[in-house]
């Protein structure tokens, strides 16, 4: 066991050293080089009952900096106010157009669907795929064409800086940004020829139209669950130039608001980060209890309280680092750390069941998640 130990400790040694390289090396949206020019940009919002947010969407995006864009919002079969809401916002600004979506085609996933319709409308150099509940600051657009030019990108993906709300938010939410953050040195994805080494975060992804187009757009992702990671494999794996980055100051967005919606909306993706392969899943949610669940239960045991001691020392450290540097909930962050990782994985366990055996259902739509996941 205390060999046990020693792996773990040297494992958390790399997650730090992981966490400190993207906190002071890491690209971030806000440290973008300047611009070289200001193509036309097309800003396309998928929108199924939005009601409730997508006029502080729209708000954000008008006040935007950058001289040069449209946007274009898909109304997707919405029974609230969204088309109205958005139609309100057209007739205020000419550069929103609402469009109506088509009925869903078999083997297509509905958000999938709706922004292929998008980019069939759309009329920019540059697409910027986002969310109609997010919320931006004014250089969002304009640091995301800075880093594009300097770096001569096919692709860009921003993680939003994550609002929290509730305590289930708290605890469970900031999990996914360590994965990021801890996990993978955001550099690699630019630097890295491994699909593997790919990530994206469909609340701001980027293309311009020509590495869009030689992708194959959402039609080539049409029936995977996790379309944005997805993106960015197929765009890594055919020879585009991508880069993720912190998009923290930036974007921001409160990814769900209740235990239901962090129950439901993580059940739904989380096994498809390893592309619905379950060894390897399992593989990850072992190396996830051991890590950061384990040394908590044997400090109370005296042969190994000195190094499972520094073992979560080590874990608070890093979930320190990570509610510092991207305004997580610093308490629950740290004090609830172990309860957030094994709530992480009974998430992950029925994720992994209902793409097995059961049905998703998102937004209204439900769907065979074998199917959906090949």
């Known amino acids: 066991m205390i060999a046990l130990l020693y792996g ?31 193509p036309f940009v097309s800003l396309l919002i998928p929108a199924r009952n939005e009601a409730a947010g997508i006029e502080d ?11 040069n864009f449209e946007i274009l919002v898909l109304d997707d079969g919405s029974t609230d106010q969204t088309a109205a809401l958005v139609q309100r916002h ?37 697409f910027i795929f986002t969310d109609a509940d997010l919320r931006y600051a004014p250089h969002a657009v304009a640091h995301t064409m800075g880093w594009m030019q300097q770096l001569e990108l096919g692709m860009l993906s921003a993680f939003s800086q994550q609002l929290t ?9 900031p999990v996914l940004d360590m994965f ?14 491994s699909a593997s080494l790919a990530a994206a975060n469909g609340h701001w992804l980027a293309f311009t139209r020509q590495a869009y187009l030689r992708i194959g757009g959402h039609a080539e992702v049409r029936h995977e669950v996790v379309e944005d990671v997805e993106l960015s494999r197929r765009a890594k794996r055919m020879g585009e130039r991508i880069l993720t980055v912190c998009g923290k100051s930036e974007i921001f967005g409160r990814m769900y608001s209740s235990v239901r919606g962090i129950w439901a909306g993580y059940s739904k993706n989380l096994f ?50 990570l509610a510092l540097g991207y305004a997580h909930p610093l308490f629950t962050s740290v004090v609830f750390h172990p309860v957030a990782i094994a709530a992480i ?9 209902w793409h097995k055996t059961g049905r998703l259902r998102w937004k209204g739509r439900t769907f065979t998640a074998r199917a959906a996941s090949r």
């Open 180 to 193: 990021v953050y801890s996990y993978l040195p955001l550099w690699l994805t630019y630097f890295a020829r």
């Open 90 to 126: 057209a007739e205020q600004d000419h550069r929103i157009q609402l469009l109506q979506g088509a009925a869903l085609p078999h083997g297509w996933l509905g958000k999938n669907w709706a922004c292929h319709q998008l980019s069939l409308r759309a009329r920019g150099e540059i």
């Open 345 to 353: 994985i009974v998430i992950g366990l029925n994720s992994l069941r």
């Open 8 to 38: 773990l400790i040297a494992l958390l040694g790399v997650l730090l050293l992981v966490t400190l390289f993207n906190l002071f090396a890491g690209p971030r949206l806000r440290r973008a080089p300047a611009m070289q020019s200001s």
């Open 57 to 67: 969407c729209l708000g954000d995006l008008r006040a935007q900096d950058y001289p």
């Open 165 to 173: 709300h509730t305590f289930a938010e708290k605890l469970i939410v």
């Open 272 to 321: 498809g980060l390893v592309r619905f392969q379950t060894a390897p899943f399992l593989v990850l949610i072992t190396i996830l209890a051991l890590i950061h669940i384990l040394p908590y239960l044997l400090v109370w045991s005296a042969p190994y309280t000195k190094w499972a001691g520094l073992a979560i020392a080590v874990n608070v450290l890093l979930r320190f680092l």
